[in-house]
Structures are given as C-alpha cells and as structure tokens.
C-alpha cells in the first residue's frame, strides 16, 4: 500500500474542520457554540439521578449483551470490540500510514465502512466485512473528496457520501459490492446538506442550502418537495415513505423563513412531506428557532430538541399521529437516540462547563446517569451534527439493556459500556475516541 504525504495524511484528521469551513450543516453551527457551551437557562426538568422508574430486572452483564462495538482509536484506527473490550478484529491500524475515520455499520452489522485512502493515495471509502483482518474481500471506493459522513441504504446494497467541495458540501452514492477504480458522481450539493434514505433504498431526500428539500434518485434529475423549508437540519424518512420537516417560523401570527432568529414566542411548525407528491401534513408546533429531531423505528413518535427563542435548549417527544408533545428538559439538551424497538430514549444533555450526561426515558421520570467529560472526538465531530448521526449510527446495545460511549479518563479517551435496564455502574472497556453499537 503506497504511503502518503504528510499533508494526505492529515487530511481525514482535519475532515471536519473542513467541513466547517466549507459551511456543513451551517443551520446546527449557528447554535454549536451554544451546544458547546454550560446552560444559561432554566434547569432541567429533571435532577440528575440513577434511579430507575422502570421495574425491577436482572443486573445487566456486560460480558452477556448482544452484538459487537467499533471503535475509532486515537482518532485512526478502526478496531470491532466485543462488549467487554475484547478485540475480534482489527479493520485499520492505529500505527497504518493511511489513518481512518468515520466507522460506520452496515444495517444487518456484518460489514464496515469508513473514510481511508486508495493506494494511489486518494480520499475512499473502504468496505470490509466487520469479522474479517481487512486483507481479503476490502472494496475501496475513490472518491473525488475527502468523506466526513457515511449512511448505508436500508438493504445495505448502497453508501452515501458526504465531503467538503469547495465552498459547498457535496454527495454522492456508491454501489458497495461494486470495486470499480473511478470517482461516483456527487448527485447533490449545497452550502449546507443533510440526507436520509427511503425505506425501499432506491434514493434519498437531501436537505440543502438551509431551505431545499429534493428527492434524489440516482440517473434521473432531483425532484423538488419543498422550495423554502423552516430552520432544521436532516429529515427523516418515516417507515411508510413520508419525510418529516420543519416548516417555516411562526410567530405573533406571521410566518418567517429564516435562521437563528432571535423571535420572541417562536414556534417552529413539524410537517410531513408526501414524497409522491410534495403534499405536507402539519402535525404540532415546538417551541425555537432551529430544531433537529429523530424519529423512533415505528415512525409514530420525534424527539425533537430546539434553540428556544431566549437561548434556552428544550427537548420535546412528539407524537406524530396525534400531535401531541411531552416536554423532558427545559434546557441543555443536545440530542437524543431511540432505542432499537422504540421503547426507550437516549437523552443527552450539557450539565456544565465541562461535562455531559446520559439519560434514559421509557415515560414517565428520566433515569439520569452519571456525568461525564467528553472526548474531543464526541464535542467536535458528533455533537453539532447530532441529528445526521441519529441516523447512521447508535449507542445502543441491540436489546436496550446498554448504552456505549466515550469519555475523557484519567488515562486518556475511554470506551465505556452503561447498562440501563436496569441502570448499573457504568464499565470501562478499553481506549477510543469514539464507539458505536452493532445493529445486530
């Protein structure tokens, strides 16, 4: 494998900083610094607490939950860890002269992608299967950019792409089992982009320029849903077809299409799109100027946290047949992740200057565990683009019984595993910046 420069070597170190500068997901940026930053507003609607409000169950092993861990280490390598830290296999060496970032599961959890290099030295996406050493059967894939974002179609046949071009972001798809030794065509771009999948994997829905909503579907021209959105980040393709979206601003009776106001009583309107036909349904109104949400697996209820109008950072879960919405912060939320079967959760939000925490909802009091310094790797690369993620990626063990993440430790950046039904003591297992739950 061909060695590279050290300013190729540095350029999928420096992916998201790129991406910054090239203006990736501008709608969440305007408030990162917010994200990033202790809360100012009210407190929570809840004290941080490990008390569960679920009904007694087993102590959660961790040697015993299904599925396995990547983990991104030293902010280059790609290991597969079994829950309690084991090493199966080893993708990408940490010591390789092409680093490697961006881990990302395929939907049934049997291959990997992540962002490399070819051997000529060009920006790629590698394939390989999740339980193979990554000498036999890897599919590389050059790419005219460096990637920051993968997502796997919903059958796993597809990859989208994501990288900073210059002065806009741009996407494109790849045909996995596919090794051919020439540059995809980007099929979407914009200032700002965001992406989810349709449910039978033929195309996408992208997001772009803070305002466009277009179905792509690879060899035909992009279709335009909606011209002039409201102010969020990536839509979410529901199980039945439809996108959820925000609509435009509303407040004091008038309607305003515009990002990072300061509006006083904003309300930020939730809608669901007709990819048939552009039609939207209105289903409830959240309270703030930027909202970003995840839908759970049954496409029947959002979770959606917002920049409120005075600053603060609400999250709310709304139910997407009635309308009806259940507050479970007031403020420093930063994200959230549905459990694989939809029954549970996974809050997460700024206690202080320095640290974050979990929490676990399954209705009714929030189980609060315990805070933590995050890595690096967690504050600059995830947390801004939370909403995207939640749609590539989970912390969540494949029954809802644990959650996996990182931490800064004493000895440096840290995987650890938290058992949550029932809540148990959190259980380091081994050195990462950055870890992500199997599928299955």
């Known amino acids: 494998m061909q060695r590279v420069d050290g300013r190729q070597r540095r350029q999928l170190s420096q992916l998201r900083q790129r991406a910054l500068a090239a203006g990736l997901l501008a709608a969440t940026l305007s408030?990162?610094?917010?994200?990033?930053a202790p809360s100012t507003g009210a407190p929570t609607s809840a004290p941080l607490s490990t008390t569960s409000s679920a009904a007694p169950s087993a102590p959660v092993v961790v040697a015993d939950l299904p599925g396995r861990v990547v983990v991104l280490v030293d902010g280059q390598g790609i290991e597969v860890r079994t829950p309690d830290?084991?090493?199966?296999?080893?993708?990408?060496?940490?010591?390789?002269?092409?680093?490697?970032?961006?881990?990302?599961?395929?939907?049934?959890?049997?291959?990997?992608?992540?962002?490399?290099?070819?051997?000529?030295?060009?920006?790629?996406?590698?394939?390989?299967?999740?339980?193979?050493?990554?000498?036999?059967?890897?599919?590389?894939?050059?790419?005219?950019?460096?990637?920051?974002?993968?997502?796997?179609?919903?059958?796993?046949?597809?990859?989208?792409?994501?990288?900073?071009?210059?002065?806009?972001?741009?996407?494109?798809i790849v045909d996995v089992d596919v090794d051919v030794d020439v540059w995809p065509d980007a099929i979407a771009s914009g200032g700002t982009l965001f992406v989810d999948w349709l449910p039978d994997s033929t195309g996408l829905v992208t997001h772009s320029g803070q305002a466009v909503l277009e179905l792509v579907l690879?060899?035909?021209?992009?279709?335009?849903?909606?011209?002039?959105?409201?102010?969020?980040?990536?839509?979410?393709?529901?199980?039945?077809?439809?996108?959820?979206?925000?609509?435009?601003?509303?407040?004091?009776?008038?309607?305003?299409?515009?990002?990072?106001?300061?509006?006083?009583?904003?309300r930020i309107p939730l809608e669901l799109v007709d990819t048939a036909d552009g039609a939207r349904t209105p289903v409830a109104a959240v309270e703030g100027t930027l909202v970003r949400f995840d839908v759970d697996p049954t496409g029947s209820r959002a979770a959606a946290w917002t920049v409120g109008s005075n600053g603060n950072k609400p999250l709310v879960v709304v139910d997407l047949r009635t309308g009806s919405t259940e507050r479970l912060l007031e403020d420093g939320a930063l994200g959230a992740f549905w459990s694989p079967d939809g029954s549970a959760l996974a809050l997460l939000r700024r206690v202080d200057a320095d640290h974050l925490a979990w929490g676990v909802w399954r209705g009714g009091a929030t189980d609060w565990l315990e805070p933590f310094e995050p890595t690096s790797e967690l504050t600059r690369g995830y947390l801004p683009f939370l909403d995207q993620y939640a749609r590539s990626v989970t912390p969540w063990s494949p029954d809802g019984r644990g959650m996996v993440h990182t931490l800064a430790g004493a000895d440096g950046p840290t995987v650890v595993v938290q058992p949550v039904d029932p809540v148990g003591e959190r259980v380091p297992v081994g050195r990462g910046d950055a870890a992500w739950w199997s599928p299955g």
């Open 85 to 172: 830290g084991s090493t199966l296999v080893v993708l990408d060496p940490v010591d390789d002269a092409l680093p490697a970032q961006q881990p990302t599961w395929s939907p049934d959890g049997r291959r990997m992608a992540w962002a490399s290099f070819d051997d000529d030295g060009r920006p790629a996406v590698r394939i390989d299967r999740a339980d193979d050493d990554g000498t036999d059967g890897s599919v590389v894939h050059s790419l005219p950019t460096a990637p920051f974002y993968f997502q796997w179609s919903p059958d796993g046949s597809r990859l989208v792409w994501m990288g900073a071009g210059r002065s806009r972001v741009v996407g494109g």
């Open 31 to 36: 408030t990162a610094a917010c994200a990033d």
């Open 218 to 266: 690879p060899g035909s021209e992009p279709v335009v849903l909606v011209r002039s959105t409201g102010p969020f980040g990536a839509p979410e393709v529901l199980p039945d077809g439809r996108v959820l979206v925000a609509g435009a601003i509303e407040e004091s009776g008038q309607v305003h299409v515009a990002w990072g106001r300061e509006l006083e009583s904003a």
